[in-house]
């Protein structure tokens, strides 16, 4: 069965039998990390690029007050920073939100596996335009749109980042996060989260129980929010257009 990082590239890019079992080559030493524990810290020197197999985890940063901003979410598949080892030190935390299964993977494995696979480079480059198209959006989410279309904006966005790496099951998934940490993620207080999720619920579009979030009805939902998901660029999944995605003039290296 396909390990998460290699269902996530593949809805970049195609890949060859060899690109995939260079990737299995990566996910080697797995570990298993508790719930709300950091596996990084502001400050700290990065020397490994951490990989999320399983779990939630995600970026934050702690203001003086004790206030958490969490910045990013880290799904199956999703590396911490695929390039972090070129910082002198860290300059916000990682901490996982559910248990999770992480790989630290060396630079150098990093590097040999994009040197020798010209898709699995391509595919290593689409996730970091991704992570950046996402956090681009993440700022006009927190900062234009009201409430509960925020929060259904990042469920149906969930949703998708989910599906590409096989956590979806009818519209289903996983969703690990506290009333307390959507409101650091969404930029609300927990009130208001409460209520919001009220208000989703009230009108038939969600379902959330025992950590496990429903989506009732993904095109209200997505129609609800204004969702466009062209900023996630899946191309080879039922959101995006499947293509050939090669480059004209050049030789594939696996």
Request: hydrophobic share 45%.
């Given at each position: 069965?396909?390990?998460?990082?290699?269902?996530?590239?593949?809805?970049?890019?195609?890949?060859?039998?060899?690109?995939?079992?260079?990737?299995?080559?990566?996910?080697?030493?797995?570990?298993?990390?508790?719930?709300?524990?950091?596996?990084?810290?502001?400050?700290?020197?990065?020397?490994?690029v951490?990989?999320?197999?399983?779990?939630?985890?995600?970026?934050?940063?702690?203001?003086?007050?004790?206030?958490r901003?969490?910045?990013?979410?880290?799904?199956?598949?999703?590396?911490?920073?695929?390039?972090?080892?070129?910082?002198?030190?860290?300059?916000?935390?990682?901490?996982?939100?559910?248990?999770?299964?992480?790989?630290?993977?060396?630079?150098?494995?990093?590097d040999?596996?994009?040197?020798?696979?010209?898709?699995?480079?391509?595919?290593?480059w689409?996730?970091?335009?991704?992570?950046?198209?996402?956090?681009?959006?993440w700022?006009?989410?927190?900062?234009?749109?009201?409430?509960?279309?925020?929060?259904?904006?990042?469920?149906?966005?969930?949703?998708?980042?989910?599906?590409?790496?096989?956590?979806?099951?009818?519209?289903?998934?996983?969703?690990?996060?506290?009333?307390?940490?959507?409101?650091?993620?969404?930029?609300?207080?927990?009130?208001?989260?409460?209520?919001?999720?009220?208000?989703?619920?009230?009108l038939?579009?969600?379902?959330?129980?025992?950590?496990?979030?429903?989506?009732?009805?993904?095109?209200?939902?997505?129609?609800?929010?204004?969702?466009?998901?062209?900023?996630?660029?899946?191309?080879?999944t039922?959101?995006?257009?499947?293509?050939?995605?090669?480059?004209?003039?050049?030789?594939?290296?696996?």
């Amino acid at each position: 069965m396909q390990h998460a990082l290699t269902r996530k590239l593949e809805s970049f890019e195609p890949l060859s039998d060899q690109a995939r079992w260079a990737l299995n080559g990566l996910v080697i030493k797995v570990r298993q990390v508790g719930a709300r524990q950091d596996l990084i810290q502001e400050g700290d020197k990065p020397e490994n690029v951490l990989l999320i197999l399983d779990g939630f985890a995600c970026r934050y940063k702690v203001l003086p007050d004790g206030q958490r901003q969490i910045m990013a979410l880290l799904v199956p598949g999703d590396f911490c920073d695929l390039n972090v080892f070129i910082l002198d030190e860290m300059d916000h935390a990682i901490g996982t939100i559910s248990t999770c299964q992480v790989v630290d993977i060396p630079r150098q494995a990093i590097d040999e596996t994009a040197t020798h696979h010209a898709s699995i480079a391509r595919a290593f480059w689409w996730c970091s335009l991704v992570d950046g198209a996402v956090l681009r959006e993440w700022l006009v989410n927190i900062g234009r749109r009201l409430p509960a279309p925020r929060i259904a904006h990042l469920f149906c966005e969930l949703l998708m980042r989910l599906e590409a790496v096989g956590r979806v099951t009818d519209n289903s998934y996983a969703f690990p996060l506290t009333q307390t940490e959507i409101a650091e993620t969404m930029g609300l207080s927990d009130v208001h989260v409460n209520r919001t999720l009220g208000d989703l619920r009230a009108l038939g579009l969600i379902h959330l129980k025992q950590r496990v979030l429903t989506i009732l009805d993904v095109e209200r939902l997505k129609a609800f929010c204004d969702f466009t998901p062209n900023y996630l660029h899946l191309r080879n999944t039922r959101w995006g257009e499947r293509r050939d995605l090669s480059w004209p003039g050049r030789a594939e290296g696996g």
